[in-house]
């Protein structure tokens, strides 16, 4: 039995034997980031914006909202020029008349005008290209049958008629026991394509989709097809801060690696202990940049974080320091601020 369960995120609540697309993401990474991710029951996060809409909020991904923005922008960026220039004027004024104390205070407000003026003025520029982009874009849209990955931009998509939709809801398989909530699902007919949002990788290379993200692609995929009906014949991964991204394939192939990852989680997260070995990644080279290996401070006295004991060590600084990846397996993760501190070699 599978549904679309209503259960607002982040509330996926205590499930124990569950997986999120989140941990199986995380698993795929690397095993122990898998088990903590496991045991915390996180999902993926979502883009929504503010309940109410303020002058800081800078949407990216939807015209309207865009368009609105700006109107908000502009509106306030035209208060601000008239203060600006009363303030402007009453400096000269001031100046002309030699009110040399009374230019002290004036001058602050207008230097606080000048900033904010700026600031927003800078805003207003940003959401302009942002809404450039979305109305220059051409219609163009992937082949949906094809087996490999294929370029893609995200206006460009809006334009060819898809329409992109946030759900509210987790989406649950009660027979795989795997939950998850996709960041965007594209709609167009019976089409329901998940879109996974990606942090560009640390390199001058273009990125593309790498394991994690073809299997929370895949993890979607299915979850969309089951829970909610229609077709799911791709997934699209997005790089953040960017609007290009790539279809992921949802073959038969691809399912049968994700179910084989499923598999693989399940075994290791029901025979694992704290000092189990089996959970050890392939390659430490994966916990250079992780962040359950980052190192951080001990508070003074702390003996416990979170149920755990801490396994910390002492820096070159003399400040003590541990990861939740440590202090789950007992060791020192080599991320690369633990080898700057002289915590590993």
Not at 153 to 172: M, P
Request: proline share 7%; net charge negative.
């Amino acid at each position: 039995m599978s549904r679309l369960d209503a259960v607002e995120f982040p509330g996926f609540g205590d499930r124990r034997g569950w997986l999120t697309v989140h941990t199986l993401s995380e698993f795929v990474f690397c095993p122990r980031a898998g088990v903590l991710a496991y045991a915390q029951q996180q999902m993926d996060e979502i883009d929504e914006p503010p309940p109410r809409f303020n002058l800081d909020y800078l949407p990216d991904y939807s015209l309207a909202l865009i368009e609105q923005a700006l109107e908000h922008q502009l509106r306030d960026l035209r208060r601000l020029g008239i203060r600006f220039a009363a303030a402007l004027i009453a400096l000269g004024w001031m100046f002309y008349d030699g009110l040399w104390l009374w230019m002290l205070p004036v001058a602050a407000v207008f230097a606080t005008l000048s900033w904010r003026f700026a600031d927003r003025l800078q805003s207003v520029m940003v959401l302009v290209s942002r809404r450039r982009s979305a109305r220059e874009a051409l219609d163009r849209q992937p082949i949906e049958d094809s087996d490999q990955m294929q370029r893609v931009n995200w206006w460009e998509l809006l334009k060819a008629g898809y329409e992109s939709e946030v759900y509210q809801h987790v989406l649950e398989d009660e027979d795989l026991k795997l939950a998850g909530r996709p960041w965007r699902v594209l709609v167009r007919g019976s089409l329901r394509i998940p879109v996974v949002m990606a942090l560009p990788p640390n390199s001058r290379q273009a990125p593309t989709p790498g394991p994690q993200q073809c299997a929370r692609s895949a993890a979607y995929c299915r979850l969309l097809t089951t829970c909610v009906g229609g077709e799911s014949p791709f997934g699209i991964v997005l790089f953040g801060n960017s609007y290009e991204g790539w279809t992921v394939p949802n073959t038969p192939q691809q399912q049968a690696e994700f179910d084989l990852v499923i598999a693989r989680a399940r075994e290791l997260f029901e025979s694992l202990t704290c000092d189990d070995e089996a959970a050890r990644p392939d390659s430490t080279s994966v916990c250079n940049g992780c962040q359950h290996g980052e190192p951080v401070t001990v508070e003074q006295g702390a003996s416990r974080i979170a149920g755990s004991a801490i396994h910390g060590a002492t820096g070159r600084d003399g400040q003590q320091y541990h990861s939740p990846c440590g202090d789950r397996f007992r060791w020192r993760p080599p991320h690369h601020k633990a080898r700057a501190l002289g915590l590993v070699k």
